[in-house]
């Protein structure tokens, strides 16, 4: 069963920077787009990035543009979030998912989902 496994969150300073790693088991990885979302204490999960399946389409909330890069090795069946200069509200849970990439922007239950990383952003 392909699975996706999120890693690297933890706690970072404001102005600080994370890298966040989704990686699937299985080889169809490189077929499919990929996203990430978060979900603060009290709030809807919202989308933060997705990058189409080789990557020639991506798409930034306006909250993270110019700060978070998504990217993605598929030889390695992997997906990236790199988050610099990090805010309080960059504070949520971080869940990547997979699948069509209507569904994933969407963030839609039919997309393969991780079991989410936790990124504390606090002095």
């Known amino acids: 069963q392909v699975q996706l496994v999120e890693s690297g969150g933890g706690l970072a300073q404001p102005g600080g920077s994370l890298r966040l790693s989704c990686t699937a088991s299985?080889?169809?990885?490189?077929?499919?787009?990929v996203g990430w979302h978060r979900q603060a204490p009290g709030k809807q999960r919202e989308l933060v990035a997705a990058?189409?399946?080789?990557?020639?389409?991506?798409n930034y909330s306006d909250s993270v543009k110019g700060r978070f890069t998504i990217s993605r090795d598929n030889a390695k069946s992997t997906a990236y979030l790199q988050m610099n200069n990090l805010e309080h509200n960059d504070t949520a849970i971080y869940y990547c998912?997979?699948?069509?990439?209507?569904?994933?922007?969407?963030?839609?239950?039919?997309?393969?989902w991780g079991q989410g990383t936790q990124v504390t952003v606090s002095s």
């Open positions: 998912n997979s699948g069509r990439w209507k569904e994933v922007l969407n963030g839609d239950d039919s997309t393969l």
């Open positions: 990058l189409s399946n080789y990557g020639g389409t991506i």
């Open positions: 299985g080889s169809l990885f490189k077929l499919f787009a």
